[in-house]
């Protein structure tokens, strides 16, 4: 009988619980129960419906059961920076704010007086984004909601501890904090303490791959069965490429969802200047790797234009965008990493005004403003491979494109004729794979993470 895995992967918009065991030597994934997700506005901020999250996690589990299909294992995975305060009686001390929230603007300002720019990208290595976790807890001690805070737990971190019991610190998404030690891969209590944050609050990091125990009484009675809980690489982007296939010398990967990372895998962090000024990151990975990538705007500008028609009546799935981006006559583009662009009221207005701003056509049709995105992110995208060659002194011939971006055939046709690279397409469920992969490797039923990607190659 075989064993089942069960990866819950929530992205910024939609969360899905797939499930999955081995069939033939292959990894055989099943969909059993998807939902959406996005941030909601309350008394003027951005955050995020963390109860429902965990509804719907039960109502997936429950599902598992209803199959008779009960995993050995599971495992969340979520986006990066945003976190949850714990009193000392394990209350929600604040909301848990989304990171296109407006309460950081200015924090990196108030972190700079304490510890300049250059020096914390010295010592931590992650990229300056105003949304980073450094600069929301600095907004939360100016909002004085440090004083009762006793735990601090990741998204995926609360998550795991509604269905256990078990507070724990997972080392991919805490290295997005900008609070760890690349080098010990521990937190920087000496940074941590300069920034007036109690030290207490940050718990013993934990590798990818770690048991954390099984669900509590209360969950068991809810789902109807237990469950051993395994923390995978709970950022999505570090689950993503986990599942990669080929991630040789010469080959860099595109994580292709609402955001685009495109990077390389290294055994060290580069921390140098040029990193700095090229806004790279440097992100803990499985097995004591890095993940040396940048951030560009991805398909959260696609998506937020397709909502936009969709509200207004014109419904297009993103297939036919690419199609009619694909016939459109425009050659307007845009900085996709502009700032502008992070949470605007309209896209299409600001990409329109950002046309008209630079004395291009300004895009009027659907197909228009999709040719203008994808062009201005392949153009983003071969200039971070300029960068990632110069800085790291290695020529990549081949792009590896994985997530659910890697199914935009006409982004993947313009990537490969602007970059000059081979572009390679999937697998599209790289998220969900790489937290499985993990789960796979901690159980022994795969050895080891070169023998799950070369499963993925066959």
Same mark, same amino acid.
């Given at each position: 009988?075989?064993?089942?895995?069960?990866?819950?992967?929530?992205?910024?918009?939609?969360?899905?619980?797939?499930?999955?065991?081995?069939?033939?030597?292959?990894?055989?994934?099943?969909?059993?129960?998807?939902?959406?997700?996005?941030?909601?506005?309350?008394?003027?901020?951005?955050?995020?419906?963390?109860?429902?999250?965990?509804?719907?996690?039960?109502?997936?589990?429950?599902?598992?059961?209803?199959?008779?299909?009960?995993?050995?294992?599971?495992?969340?995975?979520?986006?990066?920076?945003?976190?949850?305060?714990?009193?000392?009686?394990?209350?929600?001390?604040?909301?848990?704010?989304?990171?296109?929230?407006?309460?950081?603007?200015?924090?990196?300002?108030?972190?700079?007086?304490?510890?300049?720019?250059?020096?914390?990208?010295?010592?931590?290595?992650?990229?300056?984004?105003?949304?980073?976790?450094?600069?929301?807890?600095?907004?939360?001690?100016?909002?004085?909601?440090?004083?009762?805070?006793?735990?601090?737990?990741?998204?995926?971190?609360?998550?795991?501890?509604?269905?256990?019991?078990?507070?724990?610190?997972?080392?991919?998404?805490?290295?997005?904090?900008?609070?760890?030690?690349?080098?010990?891969?521990?937190? *920087?209590?000496? #940074?941590?303490?300069?920034? @007036?944050?109690?030290?207490? /609050?940050?718990? =013993?990091?934990? &590798?990818?791959?770690? +048991?954390?125990?099984?669900?509590?009484?209360?969950?068991?009675?809810?789902?109807?069965?237990?469950?051993?809980?395994?923390?995978?690489?709970?950022?999505?982007?570090?689950?993503?490429?986990?599942?990669?296939?080929?991630?040789? *010398?010469?080959? #860099?990967?595109?994580?292709? @969802?609402?955001?685009?990372? /495109?990077?390389? =895998?290294?055994? &060290?962090?580069?921390? +140098?200047?040029?990193?700095?000024?090229?806004?790279?990151?440097?992100?803990?990975?499985?097995?004591?790797?890095?993940?040396?990538?940048?951030?560009?705007?991805?398909?959260?500008?696609?998506?937020?234009?397709?909502?936009?028609?969709?509200?207004?009546?014109?419904?297009?799935?993103?297939?036919?965008?690419?199609?009619?981006? =694909?016939?459109?006559?425009?050659?307007?583009?845009?900085?996709?990493?502009?700032?502008?662009?992070?949470?605007?009221?309209?896209?299409?207005?600001?990409?329109?005004?950002?046309?008209?701003?630079?004395?291009?056509?300004?895009?009027?049709?659907?197909?228009?403003?999709?040719?203008?995105?994808?062009?201005?992110?392949?153009?983003?995208?071969?200039?971070?491979?300029? =960068?990632?060659?110069?800085?790291?002194?290695?020529?990549?011939?081949?792009?590896?494109?994985?997530?659910?971006?890697?199914?935009?055939?006409?982004?993947?046709?313009?990537?490969?004729?602007?970059?000059?690279?081979?572009?390679?397409?999937?697998?599209?469920?790289?998220?969900?794979?790489?937290?499985?992969?993990?789960?796979?490797?901690?159980?022994?039923?795969?050895?080891?993470?070169?023998?799950?990607?070369?499963?993925?190659?066959?």
């Amino acid at each position: 009988m075989a064993n089942y895995y069960l990866a819950v992967d929530i992205g910024a918009s939609s969360g899905r619980h797939m499930l999955a065991h081995l069939e033939d030597g292959k990894v055989v994934l099943e969909e059993i129960h998807r939902f959406s997700n996005g941030m909601i506005e309350v008394n003027g901020h951005k955050r995020w419906d963390i109860d429902e999250l965990f509804r719907q996690i039960i109502i997936g589990l429950k599902k598992c059961k209803e199959l008779g299909k009960i995993p050995t294992s599971m495992g969340i995975d979520t986006w990066a920076v945003d976190y949850v305060l714990l009193d000392e009686k394990d209350n929600v001390v604040r909301p848990c704010f989304g990171y296109r929230d407006s309460r950081t603007a200015g924090m990196d300002e108030e972190v700079y007086k304490i510890i300049p720019q250059d020096k914390l990208y010295e010592r931590t290595g992650i990229q300056k984004a105003i949304f980073n976790t450094i600069y929301q807890l600095m907004a939360d001690k100016k909002a004085g909601y440090l004083k009762d805070a006793k735990s601090f737990l990741m998204v995926p971190d609360y998550l795991h501890y509604l269905l256990t019991g078990v507070k724990s610190n997972e080392y991919t998404n805490c290295s997005t904090t900008q609070l760890l030690n690349p080098e010990t891969k521990s937190w *920087d209590y000496e #940074l941590i303490g300069m920034l @007036g944050f109690n030290k207490d /609050l940050f718990g =013993e990091i934990k &590798q990818p791959g770690t +048991s954390i125990g099984t669900f509590s009484d209360a969950v068991k009675a809810q789902v109807g069965f237990d469950c051993e809980v395994v923390l995978p690489p709970t950022h999505d982007t570090a689950s993503a490429v986990f599942a990669v296939p080929n991630t040789s *010398d010469n080959v #860099l990967y595109i994580s292709s @969802g609402t955001w685009s990372l /495109l990077g390389s =895998e290294n055994m &060290q962090a580069i921390c +140098s200047k040029e990193a700095m000024e090229a806004n790279f990151t440097n992100e803990g990975g499985y097995e004591g790797r890095f993940r040396f990538l940048k951030n560009i705007m991805g398909l959260w500008m696609i998506q937020s234009v397709r909502n936009e028609l969709i509200a207004a009546g014109q419904e297009y799935s993103f297939a036919e965008l690419c199609e009619m981006a =694909e016939a459109a006559d425009i050659d307007s583009i845009v900085d996709a990493n502009d700032e502008v662009f992070l949470a605007p009221d309209s896209m299409i207005e600001v990409v329109r005004e950002y046309c008209r701003n630079h004395g291009q056509n300004e895009p009027q049709t659907p197909g228009e403003l999709a040719k203008v995105i994808y062009k201005s992110l392949a153009i983003c995208y071969r200039n971070a491979c300029e =960068e990632v060659e110069n800085i790291t002194g290695k020529h990549f011939d081949t792009i590896n494109v994985v997530g659910g971006g890697s199914k935009a055939g006409y982004l993947n046709k313009l990537t490969a004729d602007i970059t000059g690279k081979t572009v390679i397409a999937g697998p599209s469920e790289a998220t969900a794979l790489g937290n499985i992969g993990a789960q796979m490797v901690s159980a022994g039923e795969v050895a080891g993470l070169k023998v799950f990607r070369k499963l993925l190659m066959e």
